[in-house]
């Protein structure tokens, strides 16, 4: 059995936070890739 | 005196000289909070009265506070690089004291300034960073601005933010705990595994305890102890996309604060008392009137409204353009005050404080918040007691010269107090078949205690009750 004498309490906000984190900077990509395709769609398009 | 919660922070400190507000600051953060004083987003944030105003104080001023005994003393051991004068906050209050309606609002304050600081960030995110002018609230501690650093997503007071605003009206909405319960024994707020141990397994899984409460307590019951390496600050090389992390941050935060909002109509013993007290149509139009009179003739600065209610006399005394401190036990009671102090646009600073058990002095050797009493002692100059004074006599069993004694150490002129008698139906509702132990109380007695320290300058007696309201006049006041 193991005894943790002291485990610092509410850092799993923290480690919440750094999870949620990472996942927006996916998101983040992902948005720019969109926006990156629309400026490209509507540049083609206006071409046309 | 050397200001209460001011010594947390090793950057400066506060303290009250002589009326005014001054803040002591080191060296090491003197030129930032400069910078910060002097940026677009704190101009517009003071203009706003969303931030306390602050100036730094000029050589000349500074020579001459340098020559006081009590200033030196207050400093001594410090590095005071420079001095700043912050204006005066009437009265100050603690979370403790507030309903969850004003700290819902401070937590709004903050994370506005969190987001809209430009340059500059929140280093801290807790209550006690705010006071409130009226029911307006005002972010008072500018020590806790920081520059933010490039590419840094993370927003390191998230956690505190979560537990001393979130959590808390959390715990507020869906267990009925008081904010009195939580923070006169949690400075810091709640702790997310403290939330989880009331939590039943449904509610764990469901939004937003799921990510406030059970999601943050598995990960650090489950995971790697933490190094001190998860606090260190790692920025990102792309600064849009930090920014971009901590906008949808801060977003998230505003989305759950919205939704603890507490809501308008809340029902509690006393917040119907509007609508179902003793009095008539007639009668209560005639108590409106005394009292109306007697703040015309009184004129006062500052009143203090004991037993408030949902706040009905302390608009009238706001309105005649008195400051106003109301207080109530009931937290749902006080929640309307503010309410309508807010939607009036009211001078009223609504409390939840129990008359009978003021909040004491709390904190660090009992000095870091004073007590009730000790900020409420000569700070006003009228004091309303209205259908409160036999709630003291018969449900808290204080004696009559006690009551009169306390309203005289609270006003520092008028009175207006109303006179229960014992055969009123409220009173013998409130005795409980205790009847008997008031026998002697009558107008006579109310009035021999009321002369130890007041002058009774008129009364009226309301047909076909057993109620009398006073007007009293203290008799050693300024004059």
């Not at chain 2, 030129?31 to 050589?59: M, V, Y």
């Not at chain 2, 307590?217 to 992390?245: C, H, M």
């Not at chain 2, 229960?420 to 109380?441: C, I, K, Q, Y």
Request: charged share 25%.
């Amino acid at each position: 059995m193991t005894f943790l004498a002291y485990i610092d309490p509410g850092s799993g906000l923290l480690v919440w936070q750094l999870v949620v984190a990472a996942f927006v900077g996916c998101m983040f990509y992902i948005k720019k890739t969109r926006d990156f395709l629309g400026k490209l769609g509507r540049k083609i398009f206006r071409r046309d | 005196m050397a200001l209460a919660a001011s010594f947390r922070d090793p950057a400066g400190f506060c303290f009250a000289l002589d009326g005014r507000i001054l803040r002591v600051v080191g060296s090491a953060s003197a030129a930032e909070l400069e910078a910060f004083l002097g940026s677009s987003a704190a101009a517009e944030l003071t203009s706003r009265h969303q931030l306390i105003d602050t100036r730094k104080l000029d050589a000349a001023e500074l020579i001459q506070l340098r020559g006081q005994a009590e200033f030196q003393e207050l400093t001594a051991g410090a590095d005071p690089a420079a001095v700043f004068e912050h204006d005066r906050v009437v009265f100050p209050s603690y979370p403790y004291e507030w309903p969850p309606e004003m700290l819902h609002a401070a937590g709004m304050l903050t994370l506005d300034l969190a987001q809209v600081s430009g340059e500059f960030g929140l280093k801290d995110a807790t209550p006690g960073n705010v006071l409130f002018r009226g029911a307006e609230p005002v972010f008072v501690d500018v020590l806790s601005f920081e520059r933010r650093v490039a590419g840094d997503a993370v927003w390191k007071p998230c956690a505190q933010f979560v537990r001393t605003f979130l959590l808390p009206l959390l715990a507020a909405h869906h267990w009925g705990l008081r904010l009195a319960d939580i923070f006169t024994t949690h400075r810091d707020g709640l702790e997310p595994e403290e939330v989880y141990r009331l939590c039943g397994p449904v509610k764990k899984i469901l939004p937003p305890l799921l990510t406030l409460v059970s999601l943050p307590v598995w990960l650090a019951r489950n995971g790697q102890r933490p190094g001190a390496s998860l606090y260190q600050t790692a920025p990102l090389a792309d600064a849009e996309k930090a920014r971009f992390i901590l906008q949808s941050l801060f977003n998230r935060l505003r989305r759950t604060l919205v939704r603890l909002e507490p809501p308008a109509q809340k029902n509690s013993v006393w917040s119907d008392y509007m609508r179902t007290h003793s009095y008539t149509e007639g009668t209560f139009a005639k108590k409106q009137e005394f009292v109306r009179a007697a703040l015309q003739e009184i004129q006062p600065a500052r009143v203090l409204d004991m037993g408030a209610n949902t706040g009905h006399f302390s608009a009238l005394a706001a309105e005649a353009g008195a400051q106003v401190v109301a207080i109530d036990s009931d937290a749902a009671c006080v929640g309307a005050i503010w309410r309508l102090a807010r939607d009036r646009k009211l001078n009223i600073l609504p409390l939840v404080v129990d008359i009978a058990r003021p909040s004491a002095s709390l904190g660090w050797r009992n000095r870091e918040c004073p007590g009730f009493l000790s900020r409420a002692t000569g700070a006003f100059d009228a004091v309303f007691m209205l259908a409160v004074l036999h709630h003291l006599l018969v449900a808290e069993r204080v004696p009559l010269n006690e009551v009169m004694e306390l309203a005289a150490e609270l006003t520092t002129d008028a009175l207006i107090i109303e006179f229960v008698a014992p055969e009123d139906e409220m009173f013998r509702r409130l005795t409980r078949g205790r009847d008997h132990l008031f026998t002697g109380l009558n107008r006579t007695v109310f009035e021999t205690a009321c002369h130890r320290r007041f002058e009774i300058q008129r009364s009226i007696h309301f047909a076909d009750t057993h109620r009398w309201l006073y007007l009293l006049r203290k008799k050693e006041r300024a004059r």
